[in-house]
């Protein structure tokens, strides 16, 4: 059973920098699993905020976030990270990791990211 669990989150100033990580169980990310990291605003829909590759050379970022955020992966360590940098009001949201293996999607328990204005 592939198990994914977030760390990382947690209340800081805007402008302000948080990393978070995801680390899988069973050699999650190592078994060609695409990485990702999902978010969900009170009221709103989940949505996509980031995105690496196996290899980690290609990526794919929402443009809200775009020169702000970067993912990141280690296979070795079989962790995703999420570097968040400049963060905004609008950054607040439960923060969610997937992972994609052959088709399936495996989620993490979403870790709080709260940012102050």
């Known amino acids: 059973q592939v198990q994914l669990v977030e760390s990382g989150g947690g209340l800081v100033q805007a402008g302000g920098s948080l990393r978070l990580s995801c680390v899988g169980s069973g050699r999650t990310f190592s078994r060609f699993a695409v990485g990702a990291w999902f978010r969900q605003a009170p009221g709103k829909e989940r949505e996509l905020v980031a995105r690496?590759?196996?290899?980690?050379?290609?990526?794919y970022y929402a443009d809200s976030v775009k020169g702000r955020f970067t993912i990141s992966r280690d296979n070795a360590k079989d962790t995703v990270y999420l570097q968040m940098n400049s963060l905004k009001s609008e950054d607040t949201a439960v923060y969610y990791c997937n992972a994609r293996i052959l088709g399936a999607d495996f989620w993490g328990q979403g870790t709080q990211v709260t940012v102050s204005s």
């Open positions: 690496v590759n196996w290899s980690g050379d290609s990526t």
